[in-house]
Antibody
Framework: EVQLVESGGGLVKPGGSLEVSCIAS????????LNWVRQVAGKGLEWVASISSSGRAIYYSDSLKGRFIVSRDNAKKSVSLQMNSLRAEDTAVYYC??????????????WGQGTLVTVSS | QSALTQEVSVSGTVGQKVILSCSGSGTNVANYAVGWYQKTSQGAPKTVMYGSQLPSGIPDRFSGSKSGTTASLTISGLQPDDEAIYYCSTWDSRLKAKVFGGGTKVTVL
C-alpha cells in the first residue's frame, strides 16, 4: 500500500523558517517524482514544487520567489520542503503527493494526509 | 488567475449525470494528461481520474475525456458521497509548472 506521511508542521513566526518532511512507503521510491501542494483555508489547491525521481530536475511555483527549497533522499525514501522567510499567507496545509511518472510532467496519483503550517506572531 | 478554468459549481440529483470541464491551452491540457482530484472539507485530496484511467478503488461512474484544450470529468449516476470540490491539474510546458484549476463544487440535491 502506498503511503506518504508528512511531518514537521507547526507554528512559526513571520520571517522564520520551517522544514516539513514526507516519508514514503509501499512503492519503489526512486522511480517517481514527488510534489508539495498546499491549501490555504477556504482556498483551492496550489502547487508548490516538484522534484524528479533522481532529484536532478526541480520546479517551483513562481509565486514562491526562491523562498522554498525542495529536496529528496532516495536512500531514506523521504522528500523535504525547506520554507524560509515565511509570511502569514504561507499558512496552509501542506500535502506531499506522488506523481504517476518520474519526471514531474504527469498527474498525481497518491496524496499524504497533510501537515499544517501556521505563520503567526 | 488559474491557468485552468473550471465551473464554480455544478449540481444534480441522485442518479443524474454531471459533467465537469477543465479548460486550458496548447501548453497544458492539449499536450499532457489531466488529473482530477476530489476534496471534501475534511481529509486529503483523492485522485479520481488521471487522463482517462480510473485509479484503483474509484467507482466506474467516474470517467474522463479530453478534446483539444478541454478535459472533462463525468460522473454518471451521481451519489451523495460525490458531493465535494473537484480540481483538475496538469503540467504546463511554458510555465514549467503544475497548474491547478480553481475547483468545481459539486452539490447533490
Amino acid at each position: 500500500e502506498v503511503q506518504l506521511v508528512e511531518s514537521g508542521g507547526g507554528l512559526v513566526k513571520p520571517g522564520g523558517s520551517l522544514e516539513v518532511s514526507c516519508i514514503a512507503s509501499g512503492f519503489t521510491f526512486e522511480t517517481y517524482s514527488l510534489n508539495w501542494v498546499r491549501q490555504v483555508a477556504g482556498k483551492g489547491l496550489e502547487w508548490v514544487a516538484s522534484i524528479s525521481s533522481s532529484g536532478r530536475a526541480i520546479y517551483y511555483s513562481d509565486s514562491l520567489k526562491g523562498r522554498f527549497i525542495v529536496s529528496r533522499d532516495n536512500a531514506k525514501k523521504s522528500v523535504s520542503l525547506q520554507m524560509n522567510s515565511l509570511r502569514a499567507e504561507d499558512t496552509a496545509v501542506y500535502y506531499c503527493a506522488r506523481d504517476l511518472c518520474s519526471g514531474g510532467n504527469c498527474p498525481i496519483d497518491y496524496w499524504g494526509q497533510g501537515t499544517l503550517v501556521t505563520v503567526s506572531s | 488567475q488559474s491557468a485552468l478554468t473550471q465551473e464554480v459549481s455544478v449540481s444534480g440529483t441522485v442518479g443524474q449525470k454531471v459533467i465537469l470541464s477543465c479548460s486550458g491551452s496548447g501548453t497544458n491540457v492539449a499536450n499532457y494528461a489531466v488529473g482530477w482530484y476530489q476534496k471534501t472539507s475534511q481529509g486529503a485530496p483523492k485522485t479520481v481520474m488521471y487522463g482517462s484511467q480510473l485509479p484503483s478503488g474509484i467507482p466506474d461512474r467516474f470517467s474522463g475525456s479530453k478534446s483539444g484544450t478541454t478535459a472533462s470529468l463525468t460522473i454518471s449516476g451521481l451519489q451523495p458521497d460525490d458531493e465535494a470540490i473537484y480540481y483538475c491539474s496538469t503540467w504546463d510546458s511554458r510555465l514549467k509548472a503544475k497548474v491547478f484549476g480553481g475547483g468545481t463544487k459539486v452539490t447533490v440535491l
